[in-house]
């Protein structure tokens, strides 16, 4: 056995990641059998760490939690959490959503933000079909150090952002639409083809990456390197 | 012969589109040689019918100015018109365009908007990176019966504009940009997804029919039907 | 709060757009659940205005209007409405269809452009490959202010009829068909790359859209600008 | 050597095709120098065959006219033939275009149907924006024993015709277009996708492939099996 | 109402078909109602026309022939058949599949096929990856006038009993398959871009359109023209 | 009936592959029927031969286990096997994984090369996000013969292991992931434009075919040819 | 005229974008003539503005130096700039390159990097296929605050990089490879389906937006927000 | 400077390769300057290594073999090769192509073949519209310790010649063909997707990795590990 990684056979538990990139690793759990999610939470809980889950479904969640009383699920983004070292929060993400169909995957940037440090105020159904909406918020959304701007369908949000602020705009496609929406393909393609300068996407629906990038560079940016 | 089309062989002229549509048949010049366009132009004038050739090139439109001294050729638009029955414009047809690299589509857009009988006011370089330059011109766009939103790249120009304003929106993605744009695929699909009403959608670069459709329209609202 | 918009926590609704854009917002039910579809019914009746529901599963319905009793459900267009204020329906769009697996679309377009106020008149099954069921009725769908063409599988529908008459056509593609329709991306192309002018396109399976923007049309023509 | 086929090192010439197929080896001159297809004409008229040769450049041709003075060259079809035995044309395959861009595939098809035995009607300029063309012609086109019907953009026109008449027709789409017919793929789907039976499809451009088709199957219907 | 087509709102039944194209109207039944299909049934036997349908769920079966004791079902093609008017079979189909998958789409064409007055001939499992089970058949094959070949994953199926036959092949590529197959797009383009001289081909799926097709041509060659 | 294969209708059982090919027939299980299923196992088994069928559903190998009592099956790789003839294990082959979600097509492509004679080490949970994992490892995976590597999302793992080792790597694309991983498209993209070279590609999911060929090398360079 | 943009016809020159985004509107050559870039530069100097065109052409960077003397032009990169007011470079960003033709794209973020006043450090040819490359140079990697990893072909550089540092990398895929790359797809999707947290991803060779991204988020984390 | 590669600034040569991975490392030609090339073949010669550049235009040729005399040029596969250590052949590589135009593909794999120690054997124009070339080839080409199988166009021979093998084939898809080929994409999916074990695949055109491949497997094969 390594003193870098655990390995459980069907997994190989990278326990040196928090030392190499300053967080644990994030069990991403579509994929995985509850018994297997059990096995690596208990692994992971034993080495002391704080440990989060991905993409848990609810029949995941409660079989999880019956094992650890102290574990916390957040129902829309499906996030699994449980924080044995509790850790202050600082600076601020701003997480934007386009419509209310948008906000599964914004909770899941918003949970894994908090989980990896970070303050979050989030901004809901700000869809540029009324672009006001936008505008009466956009002065708060500015004092953000990472904004967040999760959209589907046409996927104009971010870039609009982008165009409005000087801190790091993060866009998260969702598969949210239909027809030539293409499961998100449309606004992926959108937020990649912006003009606007400062905007880095993600995976469709990949709130989770979202939320940590923003977290690591709202971090950064609060302590300095 | 037919009394509603003249048979040239390489070509069948629709000659009675005039009374069937309210308009003459256009000529679509990219795939003809000089001698076909000359043929055709020869034709239809001698029916007493103005003349209208899009995608021309311009050793094309010298071919045919050197017969018909009366053609003139917009060199950006690339369209070739011949008018023998003057028109009044009527009503107000706005043509925006995200960037200056979509100013072609939309000059042709906007000649042959003239060409079928509606005013055009032109509002270039209105791309959504910079925003507040379309809301200082939205009052005067939205005076218009129709706007045509020429983008390409992100191509959010077109529902972000829809969301503004009470009158039709005809959006046309421009093959403007590079990588993930896939030569106006990107912005095509933007616009098909844009959740804003009243937004209908032409093919890629397709300035022609988005002038047509607009002009059409315009007539229709000033003059009913 | 603003004056503009209301702001309930998943959404914002933009109460302002009866003022701008001279129609109430429409609720996209399909990503949402009863419990929101209430509270935005509740919120847009409060303030008096007609609301309108799209893509509303039966269920959803039947959530709806156990608690308004005047919510009127269209079950093949699957639209949830709500009228406080009667409109007077003027002049009139004609909706087409392909084929019959196309009529949900239409329904959805029907449903729409009279909420919106305009009269409606339907053509069904005129499909291409009996071309003169088409040409039996042209005369007919002639006198329509704006016309709708539905169509799934190859889709030409739109291009025909728009040949063959003087004003708008809204063309709208379905994903009725199988193998390589892709869902209607088959459908989409045909469309876009129709060359009978005064031809635009909303996305896929989009009946809303077309509805909305015909009707839009429809009465600028009857009532002008 | 084999007494199937004759090896020159860069290509396996296939003499018994004439008795297996009823039709000697077609050679597709795009991917092959102006050498190479004197050797491959040397070889194939030295056994006493026609020889066919597609998608020929002027170039080649000329390369190849000047060593057999007996080749002749289709230049808008690009086809090159060489004719020691002559047949006798039977029955008849009609041609039909949507466009004048459509041309040069359909003259690929005309001069491989007549040397491959039919006679060859043609109609050009059909397209479904102005179908008067059409039905003006439909009676004559009806005496075939098999269509091909050609076109780009949209690519209605194949499924019209065969909704018209009781005889196969196949259908090539072009690459004529620009946009969203991205080369041919939107053609090539909507005549997949045609609701009218009877209709089959070959490659995007193929003129060849129809052309060989359609005479195939016209002589079947005059001969026999 | 017409003479040329029966109207029962929701379709428009094509009752002149029979006389313009030399067979009755095909109810495509997917996406149809188990009323709306009896409805059809009922006016196309009042008509005295024989009746078929196709894509018909073993529920859409039972409950059409609750009230059409005459009508019959082939189970795995899926197709609804009610024969008034007893036809003569004539000539010969062969209708070869790949595999042990394809094999519905296979019964789906040989049903349209003798429905529309052809012998069929059923070779199944010829795959080319034990090609010797197609070399011994292939005497046999030959002796048809027309050639189905249906095969999904590599699709190869149809250039190879192309290349060794004198008699067109009608390609239909299957949906069989996984991962990069895509639904059949991996078959559709193999067969679009066979290099064997007579293939053509049909929509993924599609047995329906290559039984009708392959029945047209082998009655022509019977029947002539 | 041939010495070559058997005919039972449905299905052409290919006996003569094993002394062709050096192994039977593999029976792909996902498009037949539980019937299907028990006749070729029979009629195998009758000729003596190991058999071995992929995709098999638990209630499929229930059915199967049910007649023949010998018959095992993988559960996770969904792998029947009939051995008869035990076969001796030679050489070896590694099987690499980048995540626990690619386990089942790793142990589809074990099961596999067991079957057809090679010995198999797994190495499972090696992705690059944790590279040190694989690093750890790589002195044990470069004694094997031949290499699979197994990942889906960004696919990376098989390029990386390519450039490690001096022996054949097979990559397998899996459809884990989501968005825009397409079902496997970017891992498949991934692979094949790898600069690595030794390092070959098989379809998505095919854990079959990398089993079969890494055992075909492993055994070839262990008995030489 | 507004103080927020210059209105010069073609463009509308954003000048309030300095004190809105901390930078002043970058120009995007590529559509552009020279006559418009001169006087682009001309009224953006006027302005006081330091002014940066990206994508600008050898003959379009004389035509602009001809006017400006202290333009100066990044061959490699295609970047023009024009410095009035010197700023001071601070911080750190990392340029990685997988190989030798994604350099282009890397100039163009190193020059964009240092303009908007970020140090730059350079590590080209790192690519995975010799993997030791990188850990070499691994430790000196992690010391920038931001790593911009630009990969084309297979793309895995940026996911790589990712597992092994605490600091942000934005991944820029290039367009360089072949076949299947389909040009800077295949890139693109391996890095946006990376595992690796912390990946954020850019359009295809789009360097001038990750070196912007990069630079903005490095001064950031120097000076605080 | 690491004594495992050579650091010439624009490229990191993998010197360690020989030793890790059995051989020198590859220069790809295409995306480099000849000043480049030059500089990269006299640190490997001075190295004492063999050499091999790829996809080398007919320019970059005579450019390296004005410095290198003992360069020589393969001007069908474009490939460099500069030999100092004489390896003896061993074994036997057969390489099959579809038609003519494959063959620029397959020298290329021939020239890697043979410059990393193979025999090599050619069998052009097997395509599978005249398989009875195949069919007479076969014996000879089962021979061989390892198969190569270049097509474009429908791509079916690889899978053909694995079904009738037992040895491993590497199948080479290529760009030869026009339309819905999409470049390569058809012959890719057919390989992929072919039903015959033992066949895995490369990138289109990419000759190179199937030269080396089909070496590695050959030579171990040949040597035993």
Redesign the interface.
């Known amino acids: 056995m390594?003193d870098?990684?655990i390995d459980i056979?069907?997994?190989?538990l990278?326990i040196?990641?928090q030392k190499?990139?300053?967080?644990s690793?994030?069990v991403?759990c579509?994929?995985?059998t509850s018994e297997?999610l059990i096995k690596i939470f208990t692994v992971l809980k034993n080495q002391g760490q704080n440990v989060i889950g991905t993409r848990a479904s609810l029949e995941q969640a409660q079989a999880v939690k019956k094992i650890f009383a102290d574990v916390s699920y957040n129902t829309e983004g499906r996030v699994l959490t449980l924080v044995q070292n509790q850790q202050e929060l600082v600076g601020e993400v701003a997480i934007c959503t386009?419509?209310?169909?948008d906000?599964p995957v914004a909770e899941e940037a918003a949970a894994v933000a908090k989980f990896f440090g970070s303050n979050v105020k989030k901004y809901?159904?700000?869809?540029?079909?009324?672009?006001?909406?936008l505008f009466?918020k956009i002065e708060d959304i500015r004092k953000a150090?990472v904004i967040i701007a999760v959209a589907g369908?046409?996927?104009?949000l971010g870039?609009?952002i982008?165009?409005?602020?000087?801190?790091?705009v993060?866009a998260v496609?969702t598969?949210?639409?239909?027809?030539?929406?293409?499961?998100?393909?449309?606004?992926?393609?959108?937020?990649?083809?912006?003009?606007?300068?400062?905007?880095?996407?993600?995976?469709?629906?990949?709130g989770?990456?979202a939320g940590?990038?923003a977290s690591?560079?709202n971090k950064?940016?609060?302590k300095?390197?």
Chains 1, 2, 3, 4, 5, 6, 7, 8 share one sequence.
Do not use: W
């Open positions: 390594s870098k990684y056979d069907f997994a190989k990278d040196e990641r190499r990139r300053g967080c690793e994030t991403f579509e994929s995985k297997q386009g419509g209310t169909g906000i809901y159904d700000m869809g540029v079909a009324g672009i006001h909406r009466d150090n369908m046409e996927g104009a870039g609009i982008a165009g409005l602020v000087d801190v790091p993060i496609p598969s949210v639409g239909y027809g030539s929406s293409f499961n998100g393909l449309s606004a992926l393609l959108t937020m990649l083809n912006s003009c606007a300068e400062g905007l880095t996407v993600v995976n469709i629906d990949n989770f990456n940590y990038s690591q560079i950064l940016i609060v300095g390197k």
